[in-house]
């Protein structure tokens, strides 16, 4: 099994930051895109952030030069460095990983059991 776990979350004010973190650990043999996830009360999940394996990230319009993704592969983990953080930042941050298990040809999305950010003015 693959299992996900992230950290970091918490309570800032408006205008300062904070760094999630999600480790990645299991039977793994690779893990293709690394992603961050939100979801604030009555609304849907959505991508906030995303890398590939060597590849470029990529980022919501919304948090687009405040927030910044990255990853260590050597350790399977996934950061998301959120600065200058507003209000609307409120929600439960999901950590998502498209893996490959050790002995299977598959690819199949994780998804850890995120952790809560409340940014108040």
Do not use: H
């Not at 950290?7 to 893990?31: D, E, H, K, P």
């Not at 959505?46 to 260590?72: C, H, M, Q």
């Not at 930042?89 to 299977?104: E, H, K, L, M, P």
């Amino acid at each position: 099994q693959v299992q996900l776990v992230e950290s970091g979350g918490g309570l800032v004010q408006a205008g300062g930051s904070l760094r999630l973190s999600c480790a990645a650990s299991g039977t793994i043999f690779s893990i293709n895109a690394m992603s961050w996830y939100r979801q604030a009360p009555g609304k849907q999940r959505e991508l906030v952030a995303a890398i590939r394996s060597g590849g470029s990230p990529n980022y919501a319009d919304s948090v687009k030069g405040r927030f910044t993704i990255s990853r260590d592969n050597a350790k399977n983990m996934v950061y998301l460095q959120m600065n200058s953080l507003k209000p609307e930042d409120t929600a439960v941050y999901y950590c998502n990983a498209d893996v490959y298990r050790q002995g299977s040809p598959y690819l199949n999305a994780y998804w850890g059991q995120g952790t809560q950010v409340t940014v108040y003015s």
